[in-house]
């Protein structure tokens, strides 16, 4: 796979990361309630990553025809699986040292049933699971789900051939499907919550036409029309898709992640023509998966502990702002880096090892039957 021609898909993956860090940031500044809206659009970020993850799924699939699902899911697990573990451990020993030293005591969170369905990826199918392990772990869950619909999601979208002609179409009919089964949940089952941050936004049945976008952003290679046109196009929808996590009742936080989808479809169309070389925000997005697991760390603790300490100095404000996101960007990128090289490369080169062992020992009228 050509790392040159997905140059603005991982810039795409390093916008996606500093809105997220952004959002958590700014939440420790709440006397500045102006900057925590601003700040808040961030929260947008993991739909811009379901968007590229789910492009780069159908591209990585597209390149392995007639491949078994099996080695699909292989390279999947070892992808996220170790990074997500060190994650675990890592915010256990937070939440102890919290609970033991004069901090917040969340470790009843911490139960094995909660630890064990994170293992398993499950959490997402258990409300006191999904959010309260790995923070942010909730993204990780519904990717998860998501993968396991995806193999049989990709032959259906090849097996039909006009996608070009109406993607728009298709996409408004994946939001009007997704907002059927949500009022479904809500009135016929009697399930209530579905409100910003609550587990059924965070479900797969809410987030699934945002992964569904980004596969038919592949199929249907639509056109960008002109820089301005579709950036006028992408704020508007970005701005709806905000305005919808506020919005009284179910129907918001239904509508938000699939115009977030919306938006971030034409950000993504732009960026095919901006960012034709492999730059900073390229080199970000590279490592945002690590990123994405630590980052929180620096986002909300060492910003709170910066933000008291420069309170008692009457360090300015703005000045506490920016340097504690450089600082949390910073300092999270370099660890990323490391982590990335001695972890999640490392894993990945494990699960190729095992889909290369489990090839050569298949019997050789197997392999002639996988289609071509």
């Known amino acids: ?25 700014g939440q420790n500044f709440r ?10 659009f961030g929260q947008m970020g993991v739909q811009l990553f379901f968007v590229a993850s789910a492009y780069t799924l159908c591209r990585s699939m597209d390149s392995r025809p007639g491949e078994p699902s099996r080695n699909f899911y292989i390279r999947r697990y070892f992808r996220i699986a170790p990074l997500y573990y060190i994650g675990i451990a890592l915010y256990v020993g937070v ?20 630890i064990a369905s994170n293992v398993a990826f499950v959490h997402g199918l258990v409300p006191a699971a999904n959010n309260s392990i790995v ?20 032959l259906m ?28 949940i809500v009135y016929v089952l009697k399930r209530s919550g579905i409100a910003n941050n609550s587990f ?13 976008i980004g596969m038919l952003l592949y199929f249907s290679k639509p056109r960008a029309a002109s820089l301005a046109w579709d950036a006028i196009l992408m704020v508007l929808f970005g701005v709806a898709s905000f305005a919808c996590l506020n919005w009284p009742g179910h129907i918001g936080a239904m509508l938000s992640p699939s115009l977030a989808g919306l938006s971030f479809a034409l950000l993504f169309m732009m960026a095919k023509r901006i960012f034709r070389e ?14 994405y697991i630590f980052h929180f760390v620096f986002a909300w603790w060492v910003t709170g502990f910066l933000i008291e300490l420069c309170s008692r100095l009457a360090v300015p404000p703005s000045l506490v702002y920016l340097g504690s996101l450089s600082l949390a960007i910073g300092v999270t990128y370099w660890i990323a880096k490391f982590t990335k090289w001695g972890i999640e490369d490392r894993f990945i080169a494990v699960g190729r090892k095992i889909i290369r062992s489990m090839t050569l020992t298949e019997p050789a009228v197997a392999s002639v039957a996988v289609p071509k």
């Not at 603005?8 to 952004?22: E, Q, S, T, W």
């Not at 059924?200 to 569904?212: E, G, H």
């Not at 492999?278 to 990123?291: D, F, L, N, T």
């Open 278 to 291: 492999r730059g900073v925000i390229a080199k970000i997005g590279e490592v945002s998966y690590s990123m």
């Open 135 to 154: 923070h942010g772990g909730w993204s990780i869950a519904t990717e998860m789900l998501f993968y396991v619909a995806f193999p049989l999601l990709f």
């Open 157 to 184: 979208y090849k097996r039909f051939q006009d996608w070009p002609k109406f993607p728009w179409l298709a996409i408004a009919a994946a939001v009007l499907v997704n907002c059927l089964v949500q009022l479904t």
């Open 95 to 114: 939440a102890y040292v919290q609970a033991n030293f004069g901090g917040t005591n969340r470790l009843a969170d911490y139960s094995a049933v909660n």
């Open 200 to 212: 059924l936004y965070y479900s797969i049945l809410n987030q699934l036409p945002v992964f569904l």
């Open 31 to 40: 006397d500045f309630p102006t900057l925590q809206l601003v700040s808040g």
């Open 1 to 25: 796979m050509d790392s040159e021609k997905l140059s603005f898909v991982d810039a795409l993956r390093g916008i996606a990361i500093l809105m997220v860090i952004c959002v958590h940031h």
